[in-house]
């Protein structure tokens, strides 16, 4: 079976994973109504707003090298599977990673791109991968080198950023069949932030300005939402973005780490994948 | 009775990047801190965990009145807390500031330096009230009690904050009301608090006419830096000027926009005599640009060199006092010293800085400054060939720079433009273009 992430159009993301017949001809790329056209455009467009109207420290080089190093990575496993290479998904990826990851050396870009996407390939349970490939590489990344960072505060509380991003990402996430986990990781991260200031007494204006992080939509918009590692149930998925938002938010208010949601959904992915094994027989393979 | 002057945070000045590469001009001035007022500077060391916040308080008036309260992440010990020297920020607020440079179109490479000479550091001086400290109980507990320098330094840990606000107020510490709610705030997430005020009896002694900057040393996973009992002050904005040392790269926040403030950039040659003027407004309206909601990058430099040098770089040694802890003593920091200063300017008050700023370190080593280049026209004869199309030339790169002050500082562009005729950018004072037909028989 495949591997998952925006694999085929949804809604039926999770049903129709078949192989292709042998010795048909694989077109190399999808029809135009895979949603997932609509997640690269928006991608493509929040990058370059934020390095045109928001100066962000990030070459086009470097999109090009982080796309480099997925579509590459994409290549290999799908060969390796014996499957036709589709190139939307590591895009996806890509766009993922420039969107949050910074790197000095160039070369950082492309090895995030690579071990991301083989990760999907990698790293597999029950016959599909289990970590989110952008977060991944988030993850490991800046753990890994000094010159490797997330610039979570780039997007600044720009208004505008904010609404571009909640306002494309949202139809795009709606496509995809999976709104349902941006906004129950929304709502659980708004409930955490509103609730942390209640407690502590401190003025709404700070969980109002927690919550006008661009990274933490692009997490909530372009990460979470990913239907390859996410449970396959509405109620799991909910249960599952709650508890990403609450892992997430205890790493971050703590200190460990500033980007919470993404160390929170390397850390749940295991479980993830324990459920879907136990929850959902695996489909036949053909 | 004494004024709570609680903070850590003031205003601050950030590089903005310029690429070395091709630069050939001369310093001519630099903006640094003395620029703004109510601007607090802050040094912070930072690697891995370890943290030494170097404090320079910008209080004016008497000493007996002088009070600070500042939350930190531990119970600090009586070996954490040292006195620093005001002249290592200073050369660190200088050798980090916004510079202007100029060229001259005939001979850049002739040495022409306008050094604008800096005004001495006007921190207030003081005098000290020795203080008792109280000992009732408010729910308040006196963690440790010490006397270093000219201070009297008390480390408290309190339950609620109306303890802790009883306590101050009969140690006769003024709190503004809006710093109740952040206390407790402080106090729920467990943070401590250091009090410093001034011990009179050891200020005399120790003489000198101002306050040295307070230094503390510790290990904590919050890379952080408490600005949101200065905004209780009720004072308007505020400046900080907060510089980071640290080994990998520059620093930026985590929870706010940081932004390059606007750099490389010609201006009219008469900015040379109003370079303050021209950086302070230059800055305002960075900052409104922003809506007042983003931290401004200055200068962000290697610190083995400069260039052009707005101050000589730091050695190894005033870079120990400041805490740089894993670099040698003695000596001068050679190019390629593993230490990156990050210069961030921030303009806040409660509404648009709600939160206390949380860094981080990235790896961008990339090198940054603030720098405007001013351009000298060829003053001789252009009667040559070329003259007429220099002439054209000067024409439109006046009329670009006069433009490009009024968009960077929101300054009149006629009046730029009188003022760059007064200054003699002005294409009527070039020699005038003879006739052709007598460039034709020469």
């Known amino acids: ?286 | 009775m004494r004024l709570l002057f609680a903070a850590l945070a003031v205003g601050a000045l950030l590089a903005p990047a310029a690429p070395a590469a091709a630069f050939c001009g001369f310093y001519v001035a630099k903006a640094d801190a003395k620029l703004f007022n109510d601007a607090s500077k802050v040094v912070m060391v930072r690697d891995a965990d370890r943290t030494v916040i170097t404090m320079v308080n910008d209080y004016v008036g008497d000493p007996k009145d002088f009070a600070m309260v500042i939350p930190t992440p531990v119970v600090l010990k009586r070996e954490q807390i040292h006195i620093g020297r005001a002249a290592d920020v200073s050369h660190l607020d200088a050798y980090t500031a916004p510079r202007m440079v100029e060229y001259f179109d005939s001979n850049p490479c002739r040495p022409h330096v306008l050094y604008d000479a800096a005004p001495a550091p006007t921190t207030g001086a003081t005098q000290l009230r020795k203080e008792k400290a109280a000992t009732r109980s408010r729910g308040v507990t006196i963690e440790a009690q010490y006397t270093v320098g000219e201070y009297d330094i008390l480390i408290l840990s309190a339950k609620e904050s109306d303890g802790l606000q009883l306590w101050l107020d009969e140690n006769g510490y003024k709190t503004p009301p809006a710093a109740k709610p952040i206390l407790a705030s402080y106090i729920a997430q467990g943070m401590k608090f250091f009090v410093a005020k001034v011990n009179l009896e050891a200020k005399a002694k120790a003489g000198g006419e101002f306050l040295r900057p307070l230094q503390i040393a510790f290990n904590s996973p919050k890379f952080m830096l408490p600005i949101r009992l200065g905004t209780a002050n009720a004072r308007g904005k505020q400046d900080l000027l907060l510089f980071t040392l640290t080994r990998t790269g520059r620093v930026e926040t985590a929870n706010y926009r940081t932004a390059k403030i606007p750099s490389d950039l010609e201006v009219p040659l008469f900015v040379q005599k109003e370079f303050g003027k021209f950086y302070k407004a230059l800055f305002s309206r960075a900052v409104s640009k922003e809506s007042g909601r983003a931290v401004f990058t200055e200068y962000a430099w290697d610190m083995g060199w400069c260039d052009p040098c707005a101050a000589d770089p730091l050695s190894n040694d005033q870079l120990r006092r400041l805490g740089v802890f894993w670099v040698a003593k003695g000596g001068r920091s050679r190019r390629g010293v593993d230490v990156f200063v990050t210069r961030l300017h921030v303009r806040y008050d409660a509404k648009t800085f709600p939160e206390d700023l949380r860094l981080t370190e990235t790896g961008d080593r990339k090198n940054f400054q603030g720098r405007y280049i001013t351009r000298h026209h060829y003053k001789g004869d252009l009667a040559c060939a070329a003259g007429d199309a220099y002439r054209r030339r000067l024409a439109q790169r006046w009329e670009r720079e006069a433009r490009q002050l009024a968009t960077l500082t929101g300054w009149d562009v006629a009046e730029i433009r009188a003022k760059m005729a007064a200054s003699g950018q002005d294409l009527k004072l070039l020699p005038k273009e003879k006739p052709w037909w007598e460039q034709l028989w020469d």
């Open chain 1, 1 to 286: 079976m495949t591997d998952a992430a925006y694999d085929s159009p949804a809604p039926s993301v999770e049903k129709t994973r078949t192989r292709r017949p042998a010795g048909a001809p694989a077109p190399l790329l999808a029809p135009l109504r895979d949603p997932r056209y609509g997640q690269i455009a928006a991608q493509a467009l929040l990058i370059s707003f934020g390095v045109l109207a928001l100066g962000f420290n990030l070459s086009p080089l470097a999109a090009l090298a982080a796309a480099a190093g997925a579509l590459v990575a994409e290549y290999l496993g799908r060969w390796a599977q014996g499957r036709a290479f589709d190139p939307l998904s590591p895009l996806i990826t890509a766009g993922s990673l420039t969107l949050l990851f910074r790197a000095e050396p160039l070369w950082l870009f492309a090895l995030a791109g690579l071990l991301a996407v083989g990760s999907k390939f990698l790293i597999r349970m029950g016959g599909r991968h289990i970590f989110n490939p952008a977060a991944l590489s988030l993850f490991i990344l800046p753990l890994t080198f000094g010159g490797a960072w997330l610039s979570p505060g780039q997007w600044g509380a720009l208004g505008l950023a904010a609404i571009a991003i909640a306002g494309v990402g949202s139809v795009v996430a709606g496509r995809a069949a999976r709104l349902d986990t941006t906004l129950a990781f929304l709502a659980a991260w708004a409930a955490l932030s509103f609730g942390r200031a209640l407690y502590f007494g401190d003025p709404m204006s700070i969980p109002i300005h927690q919550l006008q992080s661009g990274a933490i939509l692009v997490f909530a918009f372009f990460m979470i939402s990913d239907p390859a590692t996410t449970p396959p149930t509405r109620a799991g998925r909910i249960l599952h973005a709650v508890a990403v938002a609450g892992l997430g938010f205890w790493l971050q208010t703590s200190w460990i780490t500033n980007i919470g949601p993404v160390w929170a959904l390397i850390f749940a992915a295991p479980l993830v994948g324990v459920l879907r094994i136990v929850a959902q027989p695996r489909p036949k393979e053909t």
